[in-house]
């Protein structure tokens, strides 16, 4: 079930504030470092690397768009011994946005942010190259700088690993 290389897609939206952005995620991923047994399962490390496009609704001046590019550190929990189709993952990274993200109700005061995943996948399909995976993630600058409202979102990837 694991390979080195894959590729995804992702979309979403964010969980809180009165205007919702919508985020739609191109990405490879790769492998790297040893497997590790652990709490009767499996751990595994790899990167993720993204393009995201975010449309924030916004009450008088309408729909505005942003690009964030990052990279993320990630472990996956592989469940009985790693032969287990399920997976969780748990990530920390880095990310920077193409300009100041705003909404009517929240505001980044840096295009520099640090973004951490928590996710619950599965594997299927021959080998299990097939991956669906349902993602919480955060979006913040660490209090780097003031407003630092952070934005919480779900999102639903479909990965394919060759």
């Not at 309408?62 to 990279?71: E, K, L, M, S």
């Amino acid at each position: 079930m694991q390979t080195s290389w894959g590729v995804y897609v992702e979309g979403g939206t964010t969980l809180e504030g009165r205007s919702k952005s919508d985020v739609a995620t191109v990405g490879v991923t790769y492998n790297f470092g040893p497997r590790r047994e652990m709490w009767g399962g499996e751990v595994t490390t790899h990167g993720d690397f993204f393009v995201s496009n975010w449309r924030a609704q916004r009450q008088f001046s309408g729909a505005q768009t942003y690009t964030q590019i990052g990279a993320i550190a990630n472990a996956r929990y592989r469940f009985d011994a790693g032969a287990s189709p399920w997976f969780m993952d748990l990530g920390i990274g880095l990310t920077l946005f193409d300009g100041y993200y705003e909404t009517d109700s929240r505001r980044f005061s840096t295009q520099f942010q640090f973004t951490e995943v928590l996710a619950l996948g599965r594997n299927f399909g021959a080998s299990g190259v097939h991956e669906v995976s349902l993602r919480l993630q955060h979006v913040s600058n660490g209090g780097i700088r003031e407003p630092n409202p952070g934005e919480n979102l779900v999102k639903l990837r479909y990965a394919y690993r060759f």
